[in-house]
């Protein structure tokens, strides 16, 4: 290649790289005015943050607390033989209810029969010799006062008449016993309730004495009404001895099925005593039972208000923020900015927040808080301006103690 060839392939590299950049500064420039175009045509209004706010209400809130219960029959009693007898008949299934005296079990009393009948004749024969001796007392009494005979015989007499009358005493009540012992033949419902399963049946041999150590011949256990126990803290035990001491305390139990309601009861005990190993006091509610809903063994959710707060300043829930030292809420001023505020939360339960440390009345961020700093500025859409106003924060619900 000749020099002037060099040059002008020189000429043309060098033309090339000019026009490549003043492209490439070209595409710079349009991105940035695209860019700086764009910003400037954004509305005013572009620091506002979208929240949803609520009104700090003040209300009274009833403090519910709940516990695990556990339901547990009235009582239950094992029906055990108090003679020896062979049974004669059973007058009731498994599984039945029962009232109270209704026959269960009949005995082959027989032998308690003929001791009460041998008894009773006793008793009919003293009485006999008891007038045979009242006479010869009185005919004794008269010679002796006539001085026929003499005093050893009159006092004989008199004691024989005594004796006679000590004697049908005894013998009567002998009859009263036997009269029990035949009573035992026939075995009858103690309580109300309904019964377990049946461990004899006719012809089988029942005694006392294995019975006390062995099966009993039935058992019944009485579910209307029926207790549910439970437990609470101990911090919870002075409210619940003065609401207990001014009247009935109402208890709720809920069963874990769709579509149960909640049962209603009222607080019968309080242990005499905590537990030291779990800090809690145990506690038993009686509910009435007519349809038979709850069961011995069964768990329920139980709920009960043993105080009420009164004049609680509240908030919903969502409105308390978390920060590093301390629980706070944004309040938003007149000027629609926010400010945080510490507050000390006292009860969550159902949704509402009953706080400490601000006024009622004032607007606080229910919403959005997470896209806020102090002194950010806040608006509200208009189809959900005012929607939440406190009210939520003045519906109290179930308990959970902070």
Do not use: C
């Not at 709940?66 to 094992?78: F, M």
């Not at 000590?166 to 009859?175: H, I």
């Not at 026939?186 to 019964?195: D, F, L, N, V, Y």
């Not at 909640?262 to 537990?275: E, P, Q, R």
Request: proline content about 5%; cysteine-free.
């Amino acid at each position: 290649m000749n020099i002037v060839s060099y040059e002008k392939y020189s000429a043309r590299v060098k033309r090339r790289i000019w026009i490549a950049l003043a492209v490439i500064l070209l595409v710079a420039l349009t991105i940035w005015f695209w860019r700086t175009g764009s910003s400037a045509a954004k509305p005013k209004g572009t620091g506002v943050v979208q929240v949803v706010s609520a009104v700090v209400a003040q209300t009274d809130v009833p403090v519910k607390l709940t516990a695990n219960g556990t339901v547990s029959a009235l009582q239950t009693v094992d029906v055990r033989p108090q003679i020896s007898a062979t049974i004669k008949a059973v007058h009731i299934k498994e599984g039945q209810f029962v009232r109270k005296g209704d026959r269960l079990f009949s005995l082959d009393a027989r032998t308690e029969d003929a001791n009460l009948s041998k008894n009773t004749a006793q008793v009919a024969k003293d009485r006999v010799d008891l007038i045979n001796a009242e006479r010869n007392f009185e005919r004794q009494r008269e010679l002796f006062r006539q001085e026929y005979i003499s005093r050893a015989e009159f006092e004989a007499a008199q004691n024989q008449m005594d004796g006679l009358r000590g004697q049908l005493e005894v013998d009567s009540a002998s009859v009263e016993a036997s009269r029990v012992a035949r009573s035992f033949g026939e075995i009858t419902a103690p309580i109300a309730g309904r019964t377990g399963a049946i461990a004899i049946y006719p012809g089988s041999l029942v005694q006392p004495s294995a019975a006390a150590l062995g099966t009993a011949l039935v058992s019944i256990t009485q579910i209307d009404p029926i207790n549910v126990s439970f437990t609470l803290p101990e911090r919870e035990l002075v409210d619940l001895q003065q609401a207990f001491a001014k009247g009935e305390v109402p208890v709720g139990a809920k069963l874990d099925l769709p579509g149960q309601p909640a049962l209603k009861g009222h607080l019968v005990f309080i242990d005499n005593a905590v537990d030291t190993a779990s800090g809690t006091i145990r506690l038993k509610a009686e509910f009435p039972n007519p349809d038979h809903l709850l069961w011995p063994g069964m768990f329920v959710t139980v709920t009960l208000t043993p105080r009420t707060l009164t004049g609680a300043v509240t908030v919903p829930v969502q409105a308390v923020q978390t920060g590093p030292e301390k629980k706070f809420i944004y309040v938003i001023g007149e000027d629609r900015k926010v400010a945080s505020l510490p507050v000390n939360v006292r009860l969550i339960q159902d949704g509402i927040a009953v706080i400490e440390g601000i006024a009622p009345g004032v607007r606080v961020v229910v919403e959005g808080a997470q896209n806020l700093r102090p002194g950010s500025v806040v608006d509200e859409p208009e189809n959900s301006h005012g929607k939440n106003t406190g009210k939520a924060a003045a519906q109290p619900g179930s308990a959970g103690k902070q």
